[in-house]
């Protein structure tokens, strides 16, 4: 059973249907007395860095979360839940992530002629072959929707991308993961890298 985080700053609704379609069974957990019983955790997000991170405090997740990823469980951060699992991000200065991962996150150059947000399809360089990008093949497409980014040289980079600069498209540290990309609307490429999630789960 894969539990979702709802902490009030999460695209559900996708996430939940893209899990139905590769078969893998779900349920939403609120608090953290929904971790138990669960084989791993997906963190998803949209918004900002600094209000979600008041969300997961007000629920009493933040040091829930992080004891799940040092045990090395399966957890899985989409898109705003990446950021969320490192230290710092321009968007909220001050504010402090959940810390899993060492670094932090910049806005976007805005003197590249590039549209802020970086919103459609980018490839991927993949760095790491195992694990969720386990078959995915060099150059896959996924879909983004970000402003910030984890900048190309940060520790654990399972595959990046570029959009003006390099930055991390995902990262990778054991049975811990996160995409900046969306793989719940990213196709069957997506769709695959929730399924090797699933399996690493044991679902």
């Known amino acids: 059973m894969i539990g979702i985080i709802d902490y009030g700053a999460g695209n559900l609704k996708s996430v939940q249907n893209a899990l139905q379609a590769i078969g893998a069974p779900w349920r939403m957990a609120e608090g953290p007395a929904d971790f138990k019983g669960a084989d791993g955790l997906i963190l998803p997000g949209v918004g900002s860095f600094g209000s979600a991170m008041e969300q997961l405090r007000q629920k009493n997740l933040i040091d829930p979360i992080r004891a799940w990823a040092a045990e090395d469980r399966p957890l899985l951060g989409i898109c705003l839940g990446l950021q969320l699992l490192f230290q710092t991000s321009e968007e909220s200065p001050g504010a402090a992530g959940l810390g899993i991962f060492p670094g932090g996150f910049r806005r976007f150059p805005e003197d590249k002629g590039l549209k ?88």
Do not use: M
Request: charged residues 20%; proline residues 6%.
């Open 116 to 203: 802020i947000p970086h919103i459609g399809w980018n490839q991927l360089s993949i760095r790491k072959t195992d694990g969720i990008f386990r078959d995915v093949p060099e150059g896959s497409c996924c879909y983004f929707v970000h402003s910030y980014y984890l900048p190309a040289d940060a520790a654990h980079i399972a595959a990046q991308s570029e959009y003006g600069v390099p930055f991390g498209a995902a990262v990778e540290r054991g049975r811990v993961a996160a995409c900046q990309f969306h793989p719940e609307k990213s196709g069957k490429t997506g769709l695959g890298i929730l399924r090797r999630f699933a399996e690493i789960c044991g679902e």
